[in-house]
């Protein structure tokens, strides 16, 4: 069925050090594909998004890439901020969602 | 422009009580409408969506049920809490254009 797969966390960072976040998706036809984030005690926001093969993606800092070839839509930013820190979700809605990976950024 | 409201924001109830949280949206005519429940340390479980008045879809059985009384409001509802159903409760609709989904602020549940 179909389904997505990121990375678990926690993922602690330093101020300024490079981030990625993996998820891989499984789905029948090619879904648009999402990045969501939900800071503490708060709903889920769009990060980003994309809706065919190769768009990417970008918001914020962050990046993804769509790519069909690998079935991935990896969430990446070069220089974290402590602001960054939240729980991150790659999803292709309605329906399906990662478990979300929680990442904290320290100064 | 469109907005989410669920109410209440908290809710602390002991165990074999009733629930009901409510979500309004605004701006939209027909949305399409889903509950989310968040555990602690989980991810999103999808437990109902509507596509209309009257229309509900249950995701997961369990003791939550869901209501879809006017085109704009969906309630989530329990005869009898249990200790599980503790988590954070998120409202979602979704814009078939956009095919993107916008979130209400949610509500933290807490049985006791």
């Known amino acids: ?107 | 422009s469109q907005t989410i409201h669920q109410w209440p924001a908290t809710l602390v109830q002991p165990v074999g009580s009733p629930l009901s949280l409510e979500c309004t949206v605004e701006g939209t005519s027909n949305p399409n409408l889903y509950w989310y429940r968040q555990a602690a340390g989980r991810g999103l479980q999808l437990l109902f969506y509507s596509v209309g008045i009257g229309q509900i879809s249950s995701e997961v059985p369990q003791n939550l049920s869901a209501s879809r009384p006017q085109d704009r409001q969906f309630i989530l509802s329990s005869k009898k809490l249990l200790l599980s159903d503790s988590g954070f409760y998120l409202c979602a609709w979704l814009s078939p254009s956009l095919r993107e989904q916008f979130f209400g602020p949610g509500t933290r549940l807490t049985v006791l």
């Open chain 1, 1 to 107: 069925g179909d389904s997505v797969t990121q990375m678990e966390g926690p993922v602690t960072l330093s101020e300024e050090a490079f981030l990625t976040i993996n998820c891989t998706y499984t789905a029948t036809g090619y879904p648009s594909l999402f990045w969501y984030v939900q800071y503490p005690g708060e709903g889920l926001q769009l990060l980003l998004k994309a809706t065919k093969a190769d768009d990417k993606g970008s918001n914020k800092g962050f990046e993804a890439t769509y790519r069909k070839e690998t079935t991935s839509f990896h969430l990446e930013k070069g220089s974290v901020q402590v602001s960054d820190s939240a729980v991150y979700f790659c999803a292709f809605t309605p329906l399906v969602f990662g478990k979300g990976t929680r990442l904290s950024v320290i100064a």
